[in-house]
């Protein structure tokens, strides 16, 4: 029952070249974006977090809660694609 680590790189692209202010949004709550990354991993066990699917599902997610978080009423679903580009385990 050793410690584990994992290190993952998540960026988001937005699904509209021309939401301006996508970047300023995403800069505003990079905090608690970071927080919802880190409560998704934490919220899987080490076994799930070595399955290949796991890391379609985390994607998924991520995706939705972004979109939660980012939206607006001209921009519903800003995040078009999540991109890990980094999951390494120790």
Do not use: H
């Not at 692209?13 to 934490?42: H, M, N």
């Amino acid at each position: 029952q050793g410690n584990r680590y994992i290190v993952a790189e998540v960026y988001m692209q937005r699904s509209e070249p021309g939401d301006t202010g996508f970047k300023t949004r995403a800069q505003k709550k990079t905090k608690l974006l970071q927080a919802i990354v880190s409560s998704e991993l934490e919220s899987r066990t080490v076994e799930e977090l070595q399955q290949p699917a796991t890391k379609k599902a985390v994607r998924q997610n991520l995706q939705k809660q972004f979109n939660n978080v980012l939206k607006t009423p001209s921009s519903p679903t800003p995040v078009g694609k999540i991109v890990i580009s980094k999951w390494i385990m120790q």
